[in-house]
T-cell receptor, first 113, second 115 residues
Framework: DAKTTQPPSMDCAEGRAANLPCNHS???????VYWYRQIHSQGPQYIIH???NNETNEMASLIITEDRKSSTLILPHATLRDTAVYYC??????????????FGAGTILRVKS | SAVISQKPSRDICQRGTSLTIQCQVD?????MFWYRQQPGQSLTLIAT?????????ESGFVIDKFPISRPNLTFSTLTVSNMSPEDSSIYLC????????????FGSGTRLTVV
């Protein structure tokens, strides 16, 4: 079962910040939060990931609440090319071999001019 | 990061037949994953394949329907057997990618339509 809950869709004006929320209230202490996006007909593209602390890279920022039950992905200056489905994902322990990604339902972000 | 090639990129198949999808990686990886993405839906993990061992299937997926091979550290196949229109989906290969700090790279997928 998916461990994350996301709004099904959001709109954002071009040039403005896009803030995409995600709830993961059942996350365990050693489970990471990942964000990927998928543009139509392509494979998912990595954006950012984190465990406890806020993270920032050249694409986005990830804000994780102190209790780790929710997080927000921030695209600081959305462009039309950021229109995509954004997936909030929990990396869960699979076995002694390693971990696996459990995808949520995703949020369709539409950036409008 | 690792580069993944999936073949075929798309196919249209008759019901009752089988299709084998190939996933080739340009570097050696331990863990490979196969996902299904039904139309308009999110990705669902089918199975995890380690080289030298049998694949581990998620709940709702069985080896008879989705046999997987993992002959070496750069290659895997997924077969969709005895297909029905309900199998029409995008099938994606993913690898745990030690060359990156985030760990997971995806192929571009195989779009399967069963008629």
């Amino acid at each position: 079962d998916a461990k994350t809950t996301q709004p099904p869709s959001m709109d954002c004006a071009e040039g403005r910040a896009a803030n995409l929320p995600c709830n993961h209230s059942t996350i365990s202490g050693n489970e990471y939060v990942y964000w990927y996006r998928q543009i139509h007909s392509q494979g998912p593209q990595y954006i950012i990931h984190g465990l406890k602390n806020n993270e920032t890279n050249e694409m986005a920022s990830l804000i994780i609440t102190e209790d780790r039950k929710s997080s927000t992905l921030i695209l600081p200056h959305a462009t039309l090319r950021d229109t995509a489905v954004y997936y909030c994902i929990v990396r869960v322990e699979w076995s002694s071999y390693g971990n696996k990604l459990v995808f949520g339902a995703g949020t369709i972000l539409r950036v409008k001019s | 990061s690792a580069v993944i090639s999936q073949k075929p990129s798309r196919d249209i198949c008759q019901r009752g037949t089988s299709l084998t999808i190939q996933c080739q990686v340009d570097s050696q990886v331990t863990m490979m994953f196969w996902y299904r993405q039904q139309p308009g839906q999110s990705l669902t993990l089918i199975a995890t394949a380690n080289q030298g061992s049998e694949a581990t299937y998620e709940s709702g997926f069985v080896i008879d329907k989705f046999p997987i091979s993992r002959p070496n550290l750069t290659f895997s196949t997924l077969t969709v057997s005895n297909m029905s229109p309900e199998d029409s989906s995008i099938y994606l290969c993913s690898v745990e990618d030690p060359e990156t700090n985030y760990g997971y790279t995806f192929g571009s997928g195989t779009r399967l339509t069963v008629v």
